[in-house]
């Protein structure tokens, strides 16, 4: 069982910049790939970020490549995302997911658990 915390979400004006954490509990952290995914009102949830167990593999999705930036320490058992000039389009809660698999993944079904998600909110 792996539980995931966010945090770091708040509002933040266009351009901006915000840092989210998310915590993971267990002790098997660094086997697990691990992804950022979004979900705006009245939207599907969609892929962000993602990194390898080594974080030596990075994939993002082109809406936020060049501005979001994923890492972990797994030391602490935490994951990151850097999201650097931000966008009224990038308002959404964000949720940080686990997948039982050192290979990092875009796809949601993919991911075995879930937090609780952070809301993130950029005014314009």
């Known amino acids: 069982q792996v539980q995931l915390v966010e945090s770091g979400g708040r509002l933040v004006q266009a351009g901006g910049s915000l840092r989210l954490s998310c915590a993971a509990s267990?002790?098997?952290?660094?086997?697990?790939?691990m992804g950022w995914f979004r979900q705006a009102p009245g939207k599907e949830r969609e892929f962000v970020a993602t990194?390898?167990?080594?974080?030596?593999?990075?994939y993002y999705a082109d809406s936020v490549k060049g501005r979001f930036t994923i890492s972990r320490d797994n030391a602490k058992n935490t994951v990151f995302l850097q999201m650097n000039s931000l966008k009224p389009e990038d308002t959404a809660v964000y949720y940080c997911?686990?997948?039982?698999?050192?290979?990092?993944?875009?796809?949601?079904?993919?991911?075995?658990?879930w937090g609780q998600g952070t809301q993130v909110t950029v005014s314009s």
């Open positions: 997911a686990a997948r039982m698999d050192y290979v990092a993944a875009t796809n949601s079904y993919e991911y075995s658990y």
């Open positions: 267990g002790r098997t952290f660094s086997s697990y790939a």
């Open positions: 990194v390898d167990w080594s974080s030596a593999i990075t």
